[in-house]
């Protein structure tokens, strides 16, 4: 008998998340310079991190012998500052994704299940796996989260609601009124986890006031990162803000430093330096024009985003993806999802973008 068998059931059924392909495996792969490879896969911010952001990690690694502090008490307090809240309302993680996964651990078991949406971010189903709770994924509603039909799937034994908004890979968004009156639907004993991971990227008259929601629903948990907006996905730090009795019980299944102090460092400036907020909304904003006129002119349907990427059909998405891969273009395939026919490509730098399309249009011609 091999050892792994006696791995759970559960834990063994689990399929590894694929992330997107790197650079450097590319360039091995097809015998390509590493520098004239262009990724838009894994919806990272073109402009890197920030200058204040990049001042304050340096600063730090002269004391890197020590232990990171274990309790974030500086970011949390920055964050606390910034959205009006209690530190001890706050959970600090090694990127959004390990927010996900302590929700999981400190809320589903066997026995418990979690609620999600068809098409929605991978990690929801894996992080459920994973602590062997039942997993309900709902059907989508024009590529989005359909609450109705997720209200009507809670069972007695859910604990658990994702929801990802604007919704990872499809780029949904909904509306600040159909959450809050999901909220207000659901029962108090079920844990509803906002996955907030590209709200910088809204509009401003797409925004809506999750966090101000906490004071009347303790049941909410709204997850952030640090990876997108910010550019600093290299380092992992996200957050989030939730009742301090749920911060509490995740705060007791975190591993005791799970986030480095060059992270701690470069989050806390990032989180002040608004100006280059700004500005990385500003270029995804010009981006996601100059990539969806492009799909217009090339006759390609795709799905209208509030992130920083967009989804778009081409038929034969495993076909296109390894031409643009020949090409040195890096996207990402997302049959994973449940849909085989489309790809999701990152909003990147005007000559990213240019290069992606022309790749793109020469591939298609063909």
């Known amino acids: 008998m091999s050892v792994a068998s006696l ?3 559960y834990i063994r059924s689990i399929m590894p998340y694929q992330p997107g392909k790197p650079i450097s495996e590319l360039a091995r792969e097809m ?12 919806n990272e911010n073109p402009l890197g991190m920030s200058a204040r952001a990049r001042e304050a990690a ?33 959970v600090i993680g090694n990127g959004s994704n390990d927010i996900l996964e302590l929700a999981a651990g400190a809320f589903l ?13 991978a990690v929801y189903p894996l992080a459920s796996n994973a602590v062997g709770a039942t997993c309900i994924e709902v059907p989508a509603k024009d590529f989005g989260h359909d609450l109705e039909a997720m209200a009507a799937a809670i069972r007695p034994d859910t604990r658990v609601v994702f929801i990802a908004n604007p919704n990872n890979p499809t780029g949904t968004l909904l509306a600040g009124a159909e959450i809050e009156f999901f909220l207000e639907r659901v029962s108090s004993d079920v844990l509803v986890v906002l996955d907030e991971a590209y709200t910088e990227y809204l509009a401003p008259g797409q925004r809506y006031d999750a966090i101000g929601w906490l004071k009347r629903f303790p049941n909410l948990l709204v997850s952030r990162t640090f990876s997108k907006a910010y550019g600093l996905a290299g380092l992992r ?8 009795e749920v911060a509490d019980l995740m705060n007791r299944v975190r591993q005791p430093f799970n986030v480095s102090s060059i992270a701690l460092a470069a989050a806390e400036a990032a989180l002040a330096d608004d100006e280059f907020l700004a500005q990385s909304a500003e270029i995804n904003r010009r981006g996601m024009v100059q990539i969806t006129a492009a799909f217009a002119d090339l006759g390609l349907t795709w799905i209208p985003s509030a992130g920083n990427f967009v989804t778009f059909r081409v038929g034969d998405a495993a076909g296109v993806n390894q031409a643009l891969l020949r090409q040195g273009v890096i996207v990402r395939p997302i049959a994973g999802y449940g849909m085989p026919e489309w790809l999701r490509v990152s909003i990147g730098l005007p000559e990213e973008n240019a290069r992606f399309i022309e790749a793109l249009r020469q591939i298609l011609a063909n």
Do not use: N
Request: net charge positive; with cysteine; hydrophobic share 45%.
């Open 7 to 9: 791995a759970p059931e």
């Open 31 to 42: 015998g390509i310079a590493e520098a004239s490879i262009v990724k838009l896969a894994s």
């Open 58 to 90: 340096v600063a730090t690694l002269s004391d890197t012998a020590r232990y990171p502090d274990g309790g974030a008490f500086a970011l949390k307090a920055a964050i606390a500052r910034k959205f009006d809240v209690r530190s001890e309302q706050i």
């Open 109 to 121: 078991a066997p026995g418990r299940s979690a609620v999600f949406s068809q098409h929605a971010f």
């Open 237 to 244: 730090v996200g957050y989030c803000i939730a009742h301090p």
